[in-house]
């Protein structure tokens, strides 16, 4: 048992550190501080500038422009990066189609789509959820039907976050509608552009517009668009799921959070003390402090054994639930901390407003935060669904 | 021991209840939300002419109502419909401060539906600490600065809490009076405040004191829990629908043990809920009312956010989209934790007043 980082870790971290320092922009600091939703623009600007050094695709394998990190070192770059208030990368393209199309895709479609993943041609959106497919996905109905050398494509996804800034979209679709349903599914990669295809906004209750509908009316789309084989596609999609869920704990957010939370109840003055001696407000904080500090030990122990080669399954489920709950509680702390200043609202859909809230902590939109966050233990499997596979795999011994 | 509404009482939440079914649904809503006003002055007229407004005054204030069970009857089912027109800063907090100072003409207004008031105490660093008033009267002036003032730009009057030497005393300012500036926005959960500063502004002196103001965020308290259990009611509502409804894997998802027994949990908390709000409306006039309505807005601080957080839970995504009514009911529920103290603030509230 050692718990600490051998010295070429602590290499690698002072390296992360120094290039955090000097590459990050700080206009892009201070929007994720403030956890305010960042322009395509400025992702593009942020993925170019890790790209320039070869850290865009850190888990991709050097022979596809990748940096082959090792567990341990992504987690290094994570913890630092959330700390420096860098944007989260975009995953869709790098870490969900990527590791798919590396495994499963042709040497052409290989040649064709990873350096443009690379460069920032191509942003994916995932066709994934259906209204009628969320937690039961296997239960998906948009169809694909062989016409010659195309499929042709009717239905209708939801939930495609930053699909309004896409070209590319890869989807489930149902190929075979009278075998078990998973068994009658396959993977798609479809251009925006194609006649037919409708994206439509769907704004949430924080007044974000992250997340769209998607709507395929006979799109039609080339054969050589099929990842693998037909009516294959829920084993590349599983496969997939399981490189979604890197870095699923979120413990550089949480850390980051809970400074930010820590620094605003120091400022904020409750009865002529900073709110942070209050004992009750303190304890709370306290208590988050205690959890995250044991799960970000769970993180490693679960890293360093995918790090040694093992795959993490159940554990992964684990840290989905456990990083979610301690992420919303952090984020119900900063609406508190804010008082009554959490109460005042920067509207996207009140234009000019937004130049007169009040913001004394600069906290940001800490309330608005605490709703949007509600999604975390919402998307890639609900809890109730990551409970279930715990469930079943530790008492019925089922698989994950 | 009788738990029932009056005949009166149940008049009054049966017709409103019917008219915000009607007419405040939630497309209805929604455009008021994104409205310059943020309020709709039909509704406001409408609500005055149901008697809904009267219902906050006592017969001697020229009302038909006005003791703690008026107030939570109304206020649970403007909180049921997710209303955000400033019933409970303009007309409840406003019109029964005007009422202790004797101004009966105005309070006639009030009652009309045809004064909009707004009370600025709270102010830049003061949280909820109810003397934290750094505003200055000198003279029959007003300076200094108040936060987060609700209603303030659809105000026709506000009235205002200064220091005069070492007493806190409350002024009625007219919205258009000199040295008034008020930077307006929208709120999280819908309506408008605003950021208002007096400079050398002449002010009325209303004979009214910090105890006056306490009195009238008493009444205050009782309508805020009032509402989130409403609301509360509601966001069970549609959820133990959803439940019902939603399919995945073949049935509906309230069958599986894991929904059904949080669904559970809610209900349970949701009686726990409206018994709290009437521990707070019948002992709003005791002795030890504070120490009641402490304890009544600490719960519907913990619970709301348990009935909020679990009923966008259990729906899933379609809860965290902006036309879907849960939406907005949760963020009127979380919200009410961050007006008049929130739970921790009462909780500590309550310690201290136990010991007493």
Request: proline share 4%; net charge negative.
């Amino acid at each position: 048992m050692d718990m600490s980082f051998t010295d070429d870790e602590l290499a690698f971290q002072s390296e992360v550190r120094e290039f955090l320092r000097d590459e990050l922009p700080s206009e892009i600091v201070d929007k994720v501080a403030k956890g305010i939703e960042l322009g395509k623009d400025e992702v593009e600007r942020w993925h170019a500038i890790l790209n320039a050094r070869g850290w865009l695709a850190p888990n991709w394998p050097k022979s596809f422009g990748g940096g082959e990190w090792n567990a341990v070192q992504r987690h290094i770059f994570d913890t630092e990066a959330a700390a420096a208030n860098a944007p989260r990368i975009v995953p869709f393209g790098l870490s969900m189609l990527g590791p798919v199309l590396q495994k499963f895709g042709s040497k052409e479609q290989q040649d064709h789509w990873l350096p443009r993943i690379l460069d920032g041609s191509d942003w994916w959106c995932q066709g994934y959820s259906e209204p009628g497919a969320g937690s039961d996905l296997a239960s998906l109905k948009t169809r694909a039907v062989r016409d010659g050398d195309h499929y042709v494509v009717n239905g209708q996804k939801t939930w495609t976050t930053l699909g309004q800034h896409a070209n590319m979209i890869f989807c489930l679709v149902r190929t075979d509608p009278d075998v078990k349903q998973q068994e009658g599914i396959s993977f798609l990669l479809i251009d925006m552009n194609t006649p037919g295809i409708e994206v439509r906004p769907i704004i949430l209750l924080d007044g974000s517009d992250e997340v769209n509908e998607v709507w395929f009316t006979d799109v039609r789309v080339p054969v050589e668009n099929l990842v693998g084989e037909e009516n294959k596609g829920w084993t590349y999609a599983k496969y997939l799921l399981t490189h979604e869920r890197a870095n699923i704990a979120g413990v550089g957010f949480s850390q980051a959070g809970l400074a930010a939370v820590k620094r605003m109840a120091r400022a904020e003055n409750h009865n002529g003390k900073p709110l942070i001696e209050n004992p009750h407000f303190a304890a709370r904080v306290a208590q988050v402090d205690i959890d995250l500090r044991a799960m970000a030990t769970s993180n490693l122990r679960i890293i360093s054994k995918a790090a040694a080669g093992g795959a993490p399954g159940l554990e992964a489920s684990m840290l989905k639930v456990k990083g979610s709950i301690i992420r919303q509680e952090i984020n119900d702390l900063a609406r508190r901390v804010a008082g009554p200043y959490a109460m005042p609202f920067a509207s996207e859909a009140l234009e000019g407003a937004n130049d007169t809230i009040p913001d004394p902590l600069g906290a940001g939109p800490v309330a608005a935060q605490y709703f949007n966050n509600r999604k975390l233990s919402i998307f890639g499997g609900s809890n109730e669904i990551q409970r279930g596979i715990i469930a079943k795999v530790t008492m019925s011994g089922g698989r994950a | 021991m009788n738990f029932e509404l009056t005949e009166e009482r149940q008049m009054l939440q049966d017709t409103l209840r019917r008219y915000l079914r009607e007419k405040y649904t939630t497309a209805v809503r929604n455009d008021i939300l994104t409205s310059d006003a943020g309020l709709s002055a039909d509704i406001w007229a409408e609500l005055a002419e149901l008697g809904v407004l009267g219902a906050l005054f006592t017969e001697e204030m020229g009302g038909f109502g006005g003791a703690g069970f008026d107030l939570a009857v109304v206020f649970e089912e403007l909180g049921r419909a997710g209303v955000v027109e400033p019933v409970l800063d303009s007309a409840l907090m406003g019109g029964r401060l005007l009422a202790a100072a004797g101004k009966s003409d105005m309070v006639e207004q009030v009652i009309a539906g045809t004064l909009h008031l707004a009370v600025a105490h709270g102010e830049p660093g003061g949280r909820y600490d109810m003397d934290y008033v750094h505003t200055k009267a000198d003279g029959g002036v007003l300076t200094g600065r108040k936060a987060v003032v609700m209603n303030a730009e659809a105000a026709d009057h506000l009235i205002v809490s200064a220091r005069d030497g070492d007493a806190i005393a409350l002024y009625l300012v007219a919205k258009d009076a000199k040295g008034v500036d008020i930077q307006g926005y929208p709120l999280l959960a819908g309506g408008r405040a605003g950021e208002v500063t007096f400079d050398n502004t002449p002010a009325e002196p209303l004979g009214l004191s910090l105890s006056d103001l306490q009195a009238a965020t008493n009444l205050a308290l009782v309508a805020i829990s009032a509402e989130a259990l409403g609301a509360m009611e509601s966001a069970t509502h549609l959820t133990k629908d959803y439940l019902m409804t939603r399919t995945q894997f073949g049935r509906p998802i309230g069958t599986f043990q894991a929904l059904a027994h949080r669904m559970a949990d809610l209900l349970i908390e949701l009686e726990q809920a409206r018994s709290a709000v009437i521990n707070a409306a019948g002992y709003l006039e005791a002795p030890d009312a504070d120490l009641h309505l402490s304890a009544t807005k600490n719960l519907i601080g913990r619970i709301g956010r348990l009935v909020a957080e679990e009923s966008i839970q259990m729906h899933g995504g379609i809860a965290m989209t902006q036309e879907y009514e849960l939406a907005h009911i949760a963020k009127r529920i979380v919200m009410a934790d961050h007006r008049f103290g929130d739970t921790d603030y009462h909780l500590e509230r309550f310690i201290a007043l136990s010991a007493a």
